[in-house]
Each structure stands twice: as structure tokens, then as C-alpha cells.
């Protein structure tokens, strides 16, 4: 078989202060973890639990919920018991929500600290039911509502305000020794995002929430969050990711995994290795691709399979797969690790991939099983 290649890390974690959200640990090396928030009204208590067991099936470990009325906050404590995964209400503008999430058994509290109105004054308050109830806070500061301050004194919402209205809002929990705190600073520039995490990682030894807010429809809000993750998380920066997208919240955690995935800081599962296509195609390489990972969607096992649509890289690329085809001529030469086991005609390419993964998938299983 082919032989396996070590990969590196993609860089040395920043060292971060752990805290647990629930069973899941974010900073001090733990896994970087994948978050979305739900879009249902949090007090239909129903609606919610089912967009969170979605969430869950499809790999969210965290998930959030909005909390703007006492209807919602109603209905945090039976959410937070039933979810299967950490539930963070996510609070702006009222103390008293903060409070009443706190009592309700959530994970953790979001806060917004530029809307939070008289924050001051109840900060003690809160650093001591999150205290008593072992909540952890997380500091969200969003450019859209940076506060008054640090926007007249910066004259927008730059990295350096950003990053200052975050470790202002964190000195004054550290006042009550309440240290248990990660730290968002959310921009919808990766440019401006980028940087204003970067200060704030050389700042301060809390776990980093990674987001690029409003970023946008599904295509754009993808390629932002994907490149400005990657900016950070190559350095070492972010423990926790949420992708922000104007779609459904699921589409939100496949985004998450795929950008975790691509960077190596979690193991790849299906991975198609397919070819752009070209003048030299021979079958219609986007079709095939489509079919193939649409027929494979949701498999466990790593795996990788290359589909190809000539023979000039394809044998290649296919040999270097767990599988893969290699076209010509109408023809799809099916290789299993790195040997051809058999020519099909193009109408069977996709139907023997598939056969084929499944296979190997179940002696995938088997071997794990037994060692
Ligand atoms: Fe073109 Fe063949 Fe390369 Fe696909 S594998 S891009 S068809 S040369």
C-alpha cells in the first residue's frame, strides 16, 4: 500500500487558559471546537430542540441560543436539560437574562458588553452567580455595537478598539477575580478581524472564539470565514469557531468541520481528490464528482477518493487514494489502493466507487474494532 506520511501540526497552539463549556473543554490544547446558534424562537422549546439535534448530527459541539425576552429565558432550563450538546444563551442589552440563564443550568453565558446597559454596576453580581454555578462568561464584542467609548476615541470599530473594549470588559470580572472567560472580538472584515485577534492573542492568555460576523450568503460567507480561520488558526490562534452564515445553522457546522479539517487540526473523514476538468476530459468529471460524494455522504472513515477525469494526472492521483478512478475513452479504470482492480464503463463509474467504499469502509471498521 501506499505509505503513510506524518503530517505536522500546521502550527504550535497558542498556550491558552482551558475552560469548559459543559463536557466540552475550549483553550489549554483541547480540540478546536465547532459552534453554531441556532435561528428557531428559543421559547418554542420544541422547534429549538429539534434545530439542536440537527446541529448535533451534524457535528456541532456547542450550540447558542438567543435570549431577548423573559419567554426565552422561560425556556432555557428545559433546552439546556434536553439538548444533547452545551447550550450558551447568548444575552444583549439585560442583566436579569444573564442571571436567569446562569440559574437555567446553561453552559456558559454570552454577553455583549457594549449593549449590556449599566454593566458596571452588575458586573460583581454576575462574576458571582457564574462563580457559584461554575458558568464560564463569554466576552463578545461586536463591531456593530462597540462601545461608546472606544468608538469616540478610536473613530470606528479598528483592531485596537476591538481588542481594548474585549480586555476592558475582562479586567473588570478579573476586578472580582472571576477569570473564568474566552473572548470574541467579531468583525465582518477578515482583514480587520485578523488583526484585532492578533493583538488580543499577544494581550491575554484567554481562549479565543473565532468569528467572522455577518459575513454574508453561504458562497462569500464561507471563503471569508475560511480564509480568515485560516490566517489565525496557522498561527496557533483560536480554540473554539463559528462560522457565520445567511443559511440554515447546519450548513453553518459543515463549513466548521471542512476549515478544521483542511488545516489538519482534525482528522479528515471523506475527502474527495477531484480534477477541474479540462480540454482533456473524457467523462463530465463535475457530474461524476457530484454523484460520488452525494453517494458518500456522511461516512465515518477517513477516506479519500480521486476522481479524475483523464488519464494524464489520473492514474496518478487515483493510485495515491484509497480509491479512485482515472477515465478514458468512456472508460473509468477503478483503482484500490494504488492498484486497478478493474476497467467499467462510464455509466458504472459511480455505482462501483461507491460499492468499493463501502467495502473498504466496513474493513476500515473492522480493523479499528479489533485494534
Ligand atoms: Fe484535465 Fe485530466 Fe487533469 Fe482532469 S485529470 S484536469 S481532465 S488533465
Redesign the pocket.
Known sequence: GVPEVPVRPIAERRVSRRIQVGPVAVGGGAPVSVQSMTTTRTSDVGATLQQIAELTASGCEIVRVACPTQDDADALPVIARKSQIPVIADIHFQPKYVFAAIEAGCAAVRVNPGNIKQFDDKVREIAKAARDHGTPIRIGVNAGSLDRRLLQKYGRATPEALAESALWEASLFEEHDFRDIKISVKHNDPVVMVEAYRQLAAQCDYPLHLGVTEAGPAFQGTIKSAVAFGALLSQGIGDTIRVSLSAPPVEEIKVGIQILQSLGLRERRLEIVS????G??QVD?YKLAEEVTAGLEGMEVPLRVAV???V???PGEAREADLGVASGNGKGQIFVRGEVIRTVPESKIVETLIDEAMKIAEQMEKDGASG
Open positions: 480534477c477541474p476538468s479540462c482533456r476530459a468529471v479524475m477525469g483523464c494524464v494526472n489520473g
